[in-house]
């Protein structure tokens, strides 16, 4: 883990910085998720930026975990690939449309966020939850999606979705699904639980879902028929702190303590000196992430499409 921050060391060391008469006050851990998230999507700071391998699974396109934002580079083969966003098989310069049960070209293309499980329905069936916690029996989970026909699914009294009231160690749906379009989850649960589809009686796992993930949503990618791991770095996606015991990055104590200035001068209405508060963070942000890199230098790349099964050049750091 590339910090040695815990929210426990956050609140002893910036809690006066919320509320000074109270180390233990509420209003301390929502502050602090609100300055960590502004800083990971301000940049890529020390720990933002982890390399990610994923394995082989059979299918054309992937799913990046939880903890995952975006894909910055990527390595297939021992070779860089290209990462394009939707447009490119739309570009007038571009490919056109990408077959994506071909053997994989190294082409990867963007296909946005917000899938709500990692793995999509092949064959309709029926939706079973299994909790891993005798403690998360009889909590609810909505879910949305598609019935067999295509159409959205509603409750009876004709609201999105229908709830399911989780049984240890697993509860199965009367309802059959041919999509997930959705997933709400009790925020009380406490431990991992599971989201399948049953085919011929054997469930087939769609997602793996963890505690305080209550809005699940994974970016995706389009790639092939994998022949062997991908491997990537990634930018981090915010994960709301929620224990004491959880680490917290980026992980400069003081950079946290400006941001949570900035906060309070925001709330206060003193918009200008919030802002520059803030932005005093983001400098010594920058400066650990200088220190980190080193004498690091980043290198410039210049690959034949051709290579890849198309023409052109791709330039990238």
């Known amino acids: ?22 180390i233990n006050s509420p209003l301390f851990l929502p502050a602090l998720n609100e300055v960590v998230e ?53 570009s007038e310069s571009g490919p056109g449309e990408i077959p994506d049960a071909n053997n994989w070209t190294g082409v990867m293309i963007d296909l946005g966020d917000g899938f709500p499980t990692q793995i999509d329905i092949v064959d309709t069936g029926p939706l079973r939850i299994t909790t891993t916690s005798a403690s998360d029996a009889g909590k609810t989970i909505r879910l949305f999606g598609e019935d067999a026909d295509g159409n959205d699914i509603y409750s009876a009294d004709g609201s999105l979705g229908i709830n399911v009231t989780t049984a240890y160690p697993t509860v199965t749906t009367s309802q059959v699904f041919s999509k997930v379009t959705g997933v709400q989850a009790a925020s009380t649960i406490v431990s991992h639980w599971t989201l399948s589809v049953i085919n011929d009686g054997t469930p087939i796992l769609l997602s793996t879902y963890w505690p305080g993930e209550t809005r699940p949503q994974y970016r995706r990618y389009q790639t092939g028929i994998l022949h062997e791991a991908i491997h990537l770095i990634c930018h981090r996606r915010f994960v709301p702190l929620r224990n004491e015991t959880d680490w917290v990055i980026p992980g400069n104590q003081t950079a946290l303590r400006y941001g949570l200035k900035a906060l309070a001068y925001e709330k206060a209405g003193q918009i200008d000196i919030a802002q520059a508060a803030f932005t005093t963070g983001l400098n010594y942000l920058n400066q650990e992430a200088k220190a980190s890199r080193g004498g690091a230098r980043i290198s410039l790349n210049i690959i034949p499409l051709g290579l890849m099964g198309d023409k052109g050049t791709y330039i990238g750091a």
């Open 1 to 22: 883990m590339d910090t040695r921050l815990t929210v426990a060391d956050c609140r002893n060391a910036l809690y006066t910085e919320v509320d000074a008469t109270d």
């Open 38 to 90: 502004r800083y990971i999507n301000s940049g890529k700071w020390k720990g933002a930026t982890p390399r990610v391998t994923l394995p082989v699974d059979g299918r054309n396109y992937i799913s990046l975990p939880r903890w995952y934002q975006s894909v910055l580079v990527m390595r297939y083969q021992r070779v860089p690939r290209p990462i394009f966003t939707p447009f490119y098989e739309f």
